[in-house]
């Protein structure tokens, strides 16, 4: 019966962490069919006007999406998918705003050119961070060794 809260405490601690640290979060996956694997830069170039914008974020939770000014709504699928199909993306540069759950991305997006050629030496961007992700699943894998090693010692 001394087992019954340890093996408790284990399991709570395991499933929250895994659960935060797989969690989609809220990202841009795509723009038109342009790829972005969630990366955060402050401009992304596309071709067609009216490029579908669509990303992740928490489950049935509202995204609002600001395109020059204009907010707009969208709900997220139970799968923390959410689509949104602008009407008035026009070749030129447009101020986007993407934002959920306290979370904010913002970029410029250029329509109706590509991307202009970088000079050699210039910086990459830098995207999101993978270290929470690693410290979470690295307290889930003690919390999970620990129980265990409680488990033995009783």
Known sequence: MTKLPIIIITL????????????????LTYIGT???????????????ANPTLKGTATASTAVTVTIDSVASSVTSDAAGVWTFVP???????????????????AFTLTIGSTMPSQSSGSGTPTT??????????LVSVLSL????????SS
């Not at 709570?12 to 990202?27: D, H």
């Not at 993407?98 to 904010?104: I, P, Q």
């Open 128 to 137: 999101a961070s993978t270290l929470p992700v690693a410290v979470l699943v």
């Open 34 to 48: 342009l790829a972005t694997n969630g990366a955060k830069y402050n401009h992304w170039w596309y071709t067609v």
């Open 87 to 105: 009407t008035t993306l026009t070749n030129g540069d447009h101020q986007v705003s993407l934002s959920s759950g306290g979370e904010t991305i």
């Open 12 to 27: 709570v601690l395991t499933l929250f962490t895994a659960q935060v640290a797989f969690a989609a979060g809220f990202s």
């Open 145 to 152: 060794g620990f129980g265990y090693r409680l488990l033995k």
